[in-house]
């Protein structure tokens, strides 16, 4: 066996870390980044002895939000699971916290089979331990589940028992944000607009309340989505200032390419082009190139095509639409696919080249039509359709006279 | 990519007024200073994402063009002659007219700006190739060592094979432990660095987890897996996503990824088998302890042990690096001694340097001799255990915490709360460590950070804190 001194060295070491954690003000830990390496290996020796594993995997769950800014969670979710071997019997409620972590972080990796067994556990366990707190929680973690997967009936219901449990048992104000919304998020993708911002103006009120900055901007994002396709565009921008006002001057790269990105789209739909292209410019920054966020890439190629669609830089609109496509194979994004397939067709019919336009239309549209439920996907599955038809009449009336 | 050509004023200003001149020159395919600058390089990709249709003929333009504007701030008439000569395609009689100037005038006026423009391109390439050289070297880690002994000629064939343009794609560095093949291939990237032939230099240390019961190779390998794609991505890579982003980064840019310590012989197996997949453009230096079969697929470089010259020159380097003071009292029979118990292995000289300032040389020898011929590994166990014995209890109290550090090194902070010393007798710990080799001190003046060598750090699991044993994971 170890010598003591040395157990003494891990539980010091463990008390060490937590402390810094617990000191410092922002939850996403950036001073401690450099000490990535060493936090792990605290943990991964803490996890090793009987009396520290549990300070081991406390000191995980503080570092939720340092893993998720760092992108790490595989490595995490390495040490989730050992921390899960260890956690039976009497500490259910510890395992309750690490199966929602676990979850998580498999939904962060799209891993959608592994999140679904983790939080289906913890439902079964909530229930057994007759917790009502968790339960919420568990339905929750679903419904996002869900709604990522763009299931929305399933997500819907499982919020609705989220709610539910929240309300009942007199939640803090970040679990009823939440819970409100994820609700918000399934009727924007329904394409039930004016129940979206109901629903996301609630959620800012509570986020209002918690004064945790970055759910607050993220809740308002939301609500300029929702607000733009209602058709209040006023309130959209002022929402979306709101957001970049708080989150300027932090170190919320992500969250503030989501807001340029989402900005640049309701500039470009009120044909603001030049407007929206600075959006998207700022949005498409060497942050968000040099990132392995994806999905980001994707939109912001995407929206930048579609500006230059609009302001007739074909050659540049292609190369980026194609340079979308790309991505979204690689993000694993079928209706995105079908979205920026849809807009290629549109700028090969504009460089005279209908053949090609053609086949991109027609593939669009079998692509949107797999999402039947999907209100976006309506959307587009008719304005390719529309675009379809005049291709087809432009062939003709050209066949005619040729 | 190939290497930068080296700049030469001369021949430099010669390409730029074929450069000017072919602008204007129907039915030339233009001239292309990709091969020798930089920013002509950095102009083609840069304009390449939102056009693919750009030629480096038309980035060496855009260059030229950008230094005309700024030779205009020195020299104004000349940076004109240039632009009516090669940008508007007039002739020499009608730039006279047009400036109120004689031809030969104006030929004066158009080979000094030629001159002049050089020199300011020249200024800016210096600058920019520093600049990005810096940028490069910012991934390594600080380095352990401050000095290299006996490997120059190695270092310079090993950088010489990473910048061909083909094969050898992979090129594995073996030798014992404490041979010096981090050092090495820390020097080998710090002389590559600068052809600027390498996007990027990344450097990834591997681990064999103690704790991994299982697949403890292949989990090796996906942890170095994850921090390349954290290295070359940022954050945020999904898990089915990963190798086939690293293999479109890695096959579409030029990169030099650096793997340090490498142990087992299964883990330098599987790795070399990732690796090779991943290789070319880019190319892969590993270091490892073992050379698994002649076939193996890549250039294998052993590193000998040093010779008795390069042995006491490293002697002497690290008697002054420490302050200790005793090369003086040692006579050359007395360091032959040495080098004949250590056989020349670095990390063995500097530690059984370090007991000669608390054992007597006989009592240092003694035992030592016993264990040569044998496994190196029973060598620095003998060392070990006398370094250990002779240390006092505070310095025992921080070596025995150490390997609670990561590669990356810990700050003092870290250092004093596991090992449990009060700051009185915390400093005087970490000076009695480095003194006898046993702690690495990195970083700069601003930040220093403290780590111990990997054969220390096994020494201590397996000899002091008997750690892992399988019974600690049954509880």
């Known amino acids: 066996m170890p010598i003591p001194d040395f157990h003494s060295s891990i539980s010091t070491n463990l008390a060490y870390w937590q402390g810094l954690v617990d000191r410092s003000d922002d939850p996403a830990l950036p001073e401690l980044i450099p000490e990535r390496r060493n936090i792990y290996r605290a943990v991964e020796f803490g996890l090793a002895l009987p009396e520290t594993w549990r300070s081991a995997a406390d000191l995980i769950l503080d570092l939720h939000y340092f893993i998720e800014h760092s992108g790490n969670w595989r490595s995490w979710q390495i040490l989730l699971q050992r921390a899960l071997q260890k956690c039976v019997g009497e500490d259910g409620e510890l395992r309750l916290c690490l199966l929602d972590r676990s979850g998580g972080y498999y939904r962060q990796d799209r891993d959608w089979a592994s999140s679904l067994a983790a939080h289906r556990e913890e439902e079964a366990l909530a229930r057994l331990l007759a917790k009502p707190d968790g339960l919420a929680k568990a339905y929750y973690n679903l419904s996002l589940l869900y709604w990522r997967q763009r299931q929305y009936d399933e997500a819907a219901e499982n919020a609705r028992k989220a709610l539910a449990g929240f309300q009942e048992i007199g939640s803090a104000e970040r679990q009823m944000g939440g819970a409100y919304s994820i609700l918000g998020l399934i009727e924007y993708g329904r394409g039930y607009y004016p129940d979206s911002v109901r629903h996301h103006l609630r959620s800012v009120a509570f986020f209002r309340k918690t004064g945790f900055s970055v759910l607050l901007a993220r809740s308002l994002v939301n609500l300029a989505l929702a607000q733009e396709a209602n058709g209040e565009i006023p309130a959209a921008m002022a929402s979306y200032e709101e957001a970049r006002s708080i989150l300027d001057g932090t170190a919320y790269e992500m969250d503030k390419t989501r807001i340029e990105l989402s900005l640049g789209s309701l500039l470009f739909n009120t044909d603001r082009f030049d407007e929206a292209e600075e959006a998207y410019l700022r949005a498409y920054s060497p942050f968000l190139k040099r990132s392995g966020l994806v999905y980001f890439q994707g939109l912001a190629t995407n929206n930048l095509g579609n500006v230059y669609l609009e302001q007739g830089r074909l050659i540049e609109a292609e190369a980026l639409l194609r340079e979308s496509l790309s991505l979204w194979k690689r993000a694993n994004a079928p209706l995105q696919t079908a979205n920026t397939t849809g807009t290629l067709g549109k700028v090969l019919a504009a460089r005279g080249l209908p053949e090609e336009a053609l086949a991109c239309l027609e593939q669009a549209i079998a692509g949107a039509e797999a999402f039947p439920e999907d209100g976006w996907a309506k959307q587009i599955l008719q304005e390719y359709q529309d675009a379809l038809t005049e291709l087809i009449r432009q062939i003709s009336a050209a066949g005619r006279v040729g | ?475």
């Open chain 2, 1 to 475: 990519m190939e290497p930068l050509s080296p700049l030469d004023q001369n021949q430099l200003q010669a390409t730029v007024h074929e450069a000017l001149a072919d602008w204007t020159r129907p039915g030339h395919a233009g001239v292309d200073l990709s091969a020798q600058l930089l920013l002509v390089r950095e102009e083609l990709a840069s304009r390449l994402v939102e056009d693919k249709t750009y030629t480096a003929w038309r980035a060496t333009f855009a260059v030229l063009d950008k230094t005309i504007d700024q030779l205009a701030e020195q020299d104004e008439v000349g940076a004109q002659v240039l632009r009516l000569r090669f940008f508007e395609g007039e002739i020499t009689r009608q730039v006279a007219t047009r400036l109120h100037a004689s031809p030969d005038q104006v030929n004066r006026w158009q080979k000094s700006a030629i001159a002049n423009l050089t020199a300011v391109l020249m200024d800016h390439e210096l600058k920019r190739r520093q600049e990005y050289t810096r940028l490069i070297l910012d991934g390594l880690p600080t380095p352990s060592y401050s000095r290299l002994f006996g490997l120059r000629s190695l270092q310079a064939e090993i950088a010489e094979q990473l910048l061909r343009q083909d094969e050898p794609l992979v090129i594995a560095l073996s030798g014992i432990g404490g041979i010096g093949k981090t050092s090495l291939a820390d020097a080998v990237a710090r002389l590559v660095a600068p052809a600027l032939v390498f996007e990027q230099i990344i450097w990834l240390r591997a681990f064999i987890d103690p704790f991994a019961r299982e697949a403890a190779v292949e989990r090796s390998w996906a942890q170095v897996e994850e921090a390349l794609g954290q290295a070359l991505f940022g954050s945020a890579v999904a898990q089915g996503d990963l190798g086939n982003r690293l293999e479109d980064a890695l096959r579409s840019s030029s990169f030099l990824i650096i793997i340090d310590n490498l142990e087992e012989k299964d883990q330098t197996i599987c790795f070399l088998d990732h690796v090779r997949r991943l290789a070319g453009p880019s190319k892969f230096l590993l270091t490892t302890r073992s050379r698994p079969t002649i076939s193996a697929p890549a250039y294998f470089r052993s590193i000998a042990e040093l010779d008795l010259a390069d042995a006491t020159d490293l002697l002497r380097h690290q008697d002054l690096a420490t302050g200790m003071n005793i090369m003086a009292e040692l006579a050359d029979k007395d360091i032959e001694a040495i080098y004949e118990v250590t056989g020349g292995n670095p990390l063995a000289l500097k530690l059984v340097a370090g007991l000669t300032a608390v054992m007597s040389l006989a009592d240092v020898l003694d035992g030592l001799q016993k264990s040569r011929p044998g496994p190196i590994e029973d060598m620095y166990k003998r060392i070990y255990w006398k370094a250990w014995q002779t240390l006092s209890l505070e310095a025992q109290s921080l070596l025995q915490a150490m390997p609670l550090v990561a590669e990356t090194g810990a700050l003092p902070q870290q250092l004093q709360a596991i090992s449990g010393l009060t700051e009185e007798v915390f400093w005087p710990a970490v000076h009695e460590l480095f003194a006898r080799s046993l702690l690495e001190v990195r970083g700069s003046v601003h930040e220093r950070r403290y780590s111990i060598h990997r054969l220390t750090e096994t020494f201590l699991r397996t000899e002091i804190i008997h750690w892992p044993e399988e019974g600690e994971y049954a509880f």
